[in-house]
């Protein structure tokens, strides 16, 4: 997950929600892996652009006292830990609350990368 911190420096940061058969087959295989990643193995509105949800949201946060600082940063950084009831919630941010309610309410893993 190292090279999830490079994100910061300019990579592209992406969410899906899928299934844990879906996780499992991008655990197998490269090629289930990069489908996801090119953000056609599901529906566009199971995918997630977290660019907006970087540094500054977190400074926010910190600054002001609202929201999970932490459940934030592994939402965006890429934390090891697939759990898509992690976050609940975040912060009082809908786009990225309802992203996660969803996953949770539909048992959908939430995977987080950078490209």
């Known amino acids: 997950m190292d090279g999830l911190q490079d994100c910061r420096h300019g990579g592209h940061v992406a969410a899906a929600r899928i299934t844990p058969g ?3 087959d991008c655990r197998r295989s490269v090629a289930v892996l ?7 193995l599901v529906p566009a ?3 997630l652009d977290l660019d907006w949800a970087d540094e ?8 002001t006292g609202i929201g999970d600082v932490s459940a934030l940063r592994r939402a965006t950084d890429g934390d090891a830990e697939v759990n ?5 919630m975040v912060m009082e941010q809908p786009a990225l609350r ?7 309410d539909r ?7 950078c490209d």
């Open 107 to 113: 048992r959908l893993a939430i995977v987080v990368w």
């Open 56 to 63: 500054g949201l977190i400074r926010m946060c910190e600054h």
């Open 34 to 40: 990069n489908t996801l990643c090119s953000f056609d």
């Open 98 to 104: 309802d992203f996660y309610a969803a996953a949770a």
């Open 22 to 24: 879906q996780l499992a």
């Open 84 to 88: 898509p009831a992690a976050l609940y």
């Open 45 to 47: 509105s199971d995918y």
